[in-house]
């Protein structure tokens, strides 16, 4: 799955990531996630982390991925 939030603000990604979130708990997924910045993506990271995801972030070409895999536990 795939969430673009690089024309968003970070909080409007963070309600999109939640929901997604929610709807598999107990679901093994795998997200990438498309943010603007460093510090946005730290806080994509911190949020899905403690959700019990592992995360990993790449910058590519002006932008920021982060990859959540795992299996929430909560959110």
């Keep these: 799955m795939l969430l673009d939030g690089r024309d968003d603000e970070v ?3 963070l309600v999109q ?7 598999r708990i107990g679901v093994e997924i795998c997200i990438d996630v498309l943010v603007k910045s460093r510090q946005d993506s730290k806080r994509v990271r911190a949020f899905a982390a403690m959700s019990g995801c592992q995360t990993a972030i790449e ?3 002006g932008h920021y991925i982060v990859h959540i895999t795992g299996n929430p536990c909560c959110v």
């Design 59 to 61: 910058e590519r070409e």
């Design 11 to 13: 909080i409007a990604v």
């Design 17 to 23: 990531l939640r929901e997604v979130l929610v709807e």
